[in-house]
Structure formats: structure tokens, C-alpha cells
């Protein structure tokens, strides 16, 4: 048994070997894949073979990793890799360095993923296509229905201000004729005018927060819409 280990341990360093070769050809496959927007039409098949390359390597990759898994678990399973401190200590550092790898590989997959869906949305329409199953439809589609959706919201929260601005300036108009109501009964009663004039500093600090708040919902609203 401890002979079938370390031929385990052995094909697991080869293999480790192998995934991190294919890696770093796989990141810069990923990162250099497609031409820039706005080569000639001779350079027009060269995405399509990068992409063929990557998707080659991805599912080479993918197969190594799953041995690789297979063959740290036949470890797991054998005698000497349960008997000993040291035993557990490399498996558990072939465990952490398949973690790796695989976090690697699946970073790579969505930065590339991620690359392909804005170059594709800002090619031009003689350039549309499918690459790596991405529907160029359908990315449309997606950004359309964010954009309306965004609109729509907007739309709400203006009709909510300008309706809000009609009932504060409603309320001015009444507080404007409850203040000649006021005026006109202090000039026939000058014991309440002392109260009219509390009144009147109220009324002004609460205009000023009133206008404070709504200059802050505006600024937000600005802010919400713009960004």
C-alpha cells in the first residue's frame, strides 16, 4: 500500500505539473483571445480561433482537474496516508494546491466570459455574432430591458416630486391666506400680535427646513439619475 501511495503521489506532482503549465497558457489565451475592435477584415477569423483554443484548453483543463481529484482521493483512501502526520500533512497540500488550481481556472473562465460580452456589445452590427454561446440578441435585449426599467423608475420618483411641489405650494397659498386672516385680526386686536409674531418665526423655520429637505431629495434624485 504505501508503494501505491507514493506511485499516487507521483502521478498527483505530474499532474500538478501539467494544470500549471496549461494555466498560464490559459491566462493569456483568455486575456489576448480576440483582435481589437476595428482590425481588417483579414484579422476577422483570428477571435474565432482564439476562442476555438480557449474553449479546447478549458475542457483539456477541466478533464486534468477532475483526475487530479480522483487521484488525491485514491490517496486518501490508502493506508499510509491515514497512519501518519506527515502523510496527511501532503495530502492535505495536494487538496489545497487542486483548490487553487481550480479557483485559478474559474477566475480566468469569468474574467474571459466577461471580456467577450463587452467587446461583443460594442462591436459593429457587421460584426455580429455568437462566440462562446453568447447571443448577441439577447445581451440587447437584457441591456434594453435594464434601460427602460431604469427610465421607468425615474419617471416614478419625477411624478412623486412634481406632485409633492404641488401640494407644498397649495399649502403656501393657504398659509398666505391664513396669514392676511392673521394680519387683518392683529390690526383689530394688538393683545395677539405678539403671538402672530411667534407664529411668524415658526412658520419661517419651518419653510427653511421644509426647503432643506426637499433641496436634498432634488440633489439625491440628480445624483440617482445621472449615475
Avoid at 56 to 72: F, G, H
Avoid at 118 to 139: A, C, H, T, V
Amino acid at each position: 500500500m504505501a508503494k501505491n501511495h507514493d506511485v499516487l503521489r507521483k502521478q498527483a506532482r505530474q499532474l500538478e505539473n501539467e494544470i500549471d503549465m496549461k494555466l498560464v497558457a490559459f491566462g493569456k489565451i483568455g486575456a489576448n483571445g480576440s483582435s481589437p475592435i476595428g482590425h481588417s477584415s483579414s484579422t476577422d477569423t483570428s477571435p474565432l480561433l482564439g476562442e476555438s483554443m480557449f474553449d479546447s484548453l478549458s475542457t483539456e483543463i477541466e478533464q486534468k482537474l477532475d483526475k487530479l481529484a480522483s487521484i488525491n482521493e485514491a490517496m486518501a483512501e490508502s493506508s499510509s496516508a491515514g497512519t501518519s502526520t506527515a502523510g496527511m500533512h501532503i495530502l492535505q497540500r495536494h487538496r489545497e494546491i487542486l483548490l487553487s488550481y481550480r479557483q485559478e481556472f474559474n477566475k480566468i473562465s469569468v474574467n474571459h466570459t466577461a471580456r467577450i460580452e463587452r467587446e461583443e456589445l460594442f462591436r459593429g452590427p457587421e460584426n455580429i455574432s455568437k462566440i462562446s454561446g453568447l447571443n448577441r440578441r439577447d445581451m440587447y435585449m437584457k441591456e434594453s430591458n435594464h434601460l427602460n426599467s431604469s427610465n421607468a423608475l425615474i419617471n416614478d420618483q419625477i411624478n412623486i416630486a412634481i406632485e409633492t411641489r404641488e401640494n407644498l405650494l397649495s399649502q403656501r397659498h393657504a398659509f398666505k391666506r391664513l396669514q392676511t386672516r392673521f394680519n387683518d385680526i392683529s390690526n383689530r386686536f394688538p393683545l395677539i400680535s405678539s403671538l402672530i409674531q411667534r407664529i411668524n418665526i415658526k412658520k419661517k423655520r419651518d419653510a427653511l427646513i421644509v426647503g432643506a429637505v426637499i433641496g436634498l431629495c432634488v440633489v439625491l434624485l440628480l445624483l440617482y439619475a445621472f449615475n
